[in-house]
Structures are given as structure tokens and as C-alpha cells.
């Protein structure tokens, strides 16, 4: 928790969020695809603040200046088939 002197915080951050998608045919029929994507997840303001903050007369709630963001890592593979013009499931 941050002391009752006036600090600041600073971040200084450099991030990179790469896409990648790939496609494979493995013959006329089939195809094989790829994919991966990186994101990120940052802290909502309130919940960076350390100060206590009163919602109503029994619940209080309070930050954490230290919350670091979520990365997320996200892959997918497909395999694609045709099955033809008549086909419906």
C-alpha cells in the first residue's frame, strides 16, 4: 500500500503483439490451417488504486498499485475438409 505522501507511479512498458496465421492444402479435399495471436489483459483503473473506497454502509474494497498486465497466448489448428455440394448436417 502506497504511504500518505503524495507518490507517484510510473510505468514504462514495451510490448509486442505478434499474429501469425498459416494455411496448408493437403490435397483438393483437404486443408490444414494455423493460427497464433498474443494479447493483452491490462488492469481496470480501480484496481490499481490503494486507497479504500467505501460501496455502501458494509463493504469496502481497495487496489493494488503492483498488479502487473495478463498476457495471453492464444494457438488454434484447423482441419478443413470438403464434404461436397449436397451436404448439410
Known sequence: M?????EDAK???WDYFPTA??????????KLMAS???RIERPRGW???PFLTWED??????????????YIDAYELNFITNM????SP
Open 2 to 6: 502506497l504511504s500518505d505522501n503524495n
Open 11 to 13: 510505468i514504462d512498458r
Open 21 to 30: 496465421h498459416f494455411s496448408y492444402n493437403i490435397s483438393k479435399k483437404y
Open 36 to 38: 497464433y495471436s498474443r
Open 47 to 49: 484496481w490499481l488504486e
Open 57 to 70: 454502509a458494509y463493504n469496502v474494497r481497495s487496489g493494488n498499485p503492483n498488479l502487473q498486465p495478463e
Open 84 to 87: 461436397g455440394k449436397n451436404f
